[in-house]
């Protein structure tokens, strides 16, 4: 291959990635997810990566996107800092343990009993039977009043339990860090399912969690040498840009839309699961 025939290779990849990094964390930016579950099956069906190299690149990814969503999110005081911090204390060391399992176990039962998790839930928000986002809890042993008002002036009440979230952290963190994805399509239907939190605050919540989580889980995978900058630099360089226009949408949309759009991104996130294992 000459040089130039290489160099234009070499930029169409990076702007392929680009373009993956920015509508992933755009769409997952607006949803609290983080984008992971579109970037993982694209990584792995149509450039073939192995599996520990695409949670390397995506978690990179996630964690760029979701720095510059829980930032703007954090401005708009739509982030329940007390809540993502006890999801995020516990999601460290479940990252930590996520990434060394990337490498020990296989996934492919996991994807699989995960993906039909994911659509069971986002086929009971589409009918909307068992999943209320209306700030009345459904699983909250000893839960702690919220009360606050962001940025717009409007005044969010809800009940969090801190136990039951710090379990779902640690068990946020290892999925998170195994797969790559950012967590956000656990915590987010947890926050949503258990607690009834309101899904603008969910989402919201859910990416200062990623954001932290993230950064332990891409410096466990760059200790386990599964971040190569051929991939990582341009998904998280169009994660950059997805990241901060996604929670502009986010506040002009209504709560039953953003539930709608939760719902198709888990069934996207369960179809990529499961897809990734035809290759």
Do not use: C
């Not at 970037?39 to 978690?59: K, M, Q």
């Not at 839309?257 to 035809?278: C, E, P, T």
Request: glycine share 12%.
């Amino acid at each position: 291959m000459q040089p130039n025939e290489a160099a234009m290779e070499a930029f169409g990849l990076s702007l392929a990635l680009f373009v993956v990094g920015l509508a992933a964390s755009l769409y997952g930016s607006l949803v609290g997810l983080g984008g992971g579950f579109i970037a993982l099956p694209v990584l792995r069906l149509f450039f073939g990566l192995p599996t520990t190299e695409v949670a390397g690149a995506s978690i990179v990814m996630v964690t760029v996107s979701s720095l510059a969503s829980g930032s703007a999110f954090l401005r708009a005081r739509r982030i329940d800092v007390p809540l993502a911090l006890s999801f995020a204390i516990f999601g460290i060391p479940g990252s930590i343990i996520g990434a060394a399992l990337s490498h020990r176990i296989p996934t492919k039962g996991f994807d699989l009993a995960y993906a039909a998790m994911l659509f069971v839930f986002a086929t009971q928000l589409i009918l909307g039977k068992g999943v209320k986002a209306d700030g009345s809890p459904r699983f909250a042993p000893f839960s702690t009043e919220r009360k606050f008002t962001d940025r717009d002036g409007k005044t969010w009440r809800y009940r969090v339990s801190y136990p039951v979230a710090a379990v779902t952290g640690f068990v946020v963190g290892i999925i998170s860090s195994l797969f790559g994805i950012g967590g956000g399509v656990v915590q987010v239907p947890a926050m949503i399912g258990l607690f009834g939190i309101p899904a603008h605050i969910a989402t919201a919540t859910s990416a200062g969690i990623i954001a932290i989580v993230g950064l332990s889980g891409t410096f466990a995978h760059m200790a386990h040498g599964d971040v190569h900058p051929v991939y990582a630099v341009p998904l998280a360089l169009g994660a950059l840009v997805g990241g901060q226009v996604g929670p502009l949408i986010n506040r002009r949309i209504s709560s039953p839309a953003l539930l709608k759009a939760l719902a198709a991104a888990l069934l996207l996130a369960a179809v990529g699961l499961a897809a990734k294992h035809i290759a």
